[in-house]
T-cell receptor, first 114, second 116 residues
Framework: NAGVTQTPKFQVLKTGQSMTLQCAQD?????MSWYRQDPGMGLRLIHY???????DQGEVPNGYNVSRSTTEDFPLRLLSAAPSQTSVYFC?????????????FGPGTRLTVT | AQTVTQSQPEMSVQEAETVTLSCTYD???????LFWYKQPPSRQMILVIR??????QNATENRFSVNFQKAAKSFSLKISDSQLGDAAMYFCAYRSGETSGSRLTFGEGTQLTVNP
């Protein structure tokens, strides 16, 4: 298994540009989520999904869209990038294991918006 | 809403010694899980240890152990016999037992330095 994969690893955007951060997992996990990591603030939940066709907002959803058409993929879309979206983005998937959810994180995407 | 607080932005320890990282949380729920994650310079998030709130016994994983004080809403991580490879950012995280497995609330992180 490749686990949770994210592309690209690094990206530089100009203000107003759009892009999609890709996330895929090959473990057949039901649950997937997107977090952003900013200095001094830990990781904050952007959007999450409990299964194909079902998504919901997390703590900081503004400026981001998601969809979940398959179990494997959970892309994150920035429609009009802003400098405030400069961050490191993590995708995660999880499943029920041994009485709790075991969460797996991808390697992260570092996004800079100028 | 739940909150997680790590009041130590930075900590340092001598190799082979013991260090304790602090974490407090606020919740009105009785069913929840607590985690410590390690993030080395590679950025990869690595699960260190997990504690179920309904368990009174503190979790241990080799050199890592927790002191879970449910009434005080405290969840500290003790690293014994510290090694150079333990140097990383450590995050405390909370997950409600009443919601799906996707939603973690993280603290601000503690940067741990291990001195040789």
């Amino acid at each position: 298994n490749a686990g949770v994969t994210q592309t690209p690893k690094f990206q530089v955007l100009k203000t107003g540009q759009s892009m999609t951060l890709q996330c895929a997992q090959d473990m057949n996990h039901e649950y997937m989520s997107w977090y952003r990591q900013d200095p001094g603030m830990g990781l904050r939940l952007i959007h999450y999904s409990v299964g194909a066709g079902i998504t919901d907002q997390g703590e900081v959803p503004n400026g981001y869209n998601v969809s979940r058409s398959t179990t494997e993929d959970f892309p994150l879309r920035l429609l009009s990038a802003a400098p405030s979206q400069t961050s490191v983005y993590f995708c995660a998937s999880s499943y029920w294991q041994g009485g709790a959810y075991e969460q797996y994180f991808g390697p992260g995407t570092r996004l800079t918006v100028t | 809403a739940q909150t997680v607080t790590q009041s130590q932005p930075e900590m340092s320890v001598q190799e082979a010694e013991t260090v304790t990282l602090s974490c407090t949380y606020d919740t009105s729920e009785s069913d929840y899980y607590l985690f410590w994650y390690k993030q080395p310079p590679s950025r990869q998030m690595i699960l260190v240890i997990r504690q179920e709130a309904y368990k009174q016994q503190n979790a241990t994983e080799n050199r890592f152990s927790v002191n879970f004080q449910k009434a005080a809403k405290s969840f500290s991580l003790k690293i014994s016999d510290s090694q150079l490879g333990d140097a990383a950012m450590y995050f405390c995280a909370y997950r409600s037992g009443e919601t799906s497995g996707s939603r973690l609330t993280f603290g601000e992180g503690t940067q741990l330095t291990v001195n040789p």
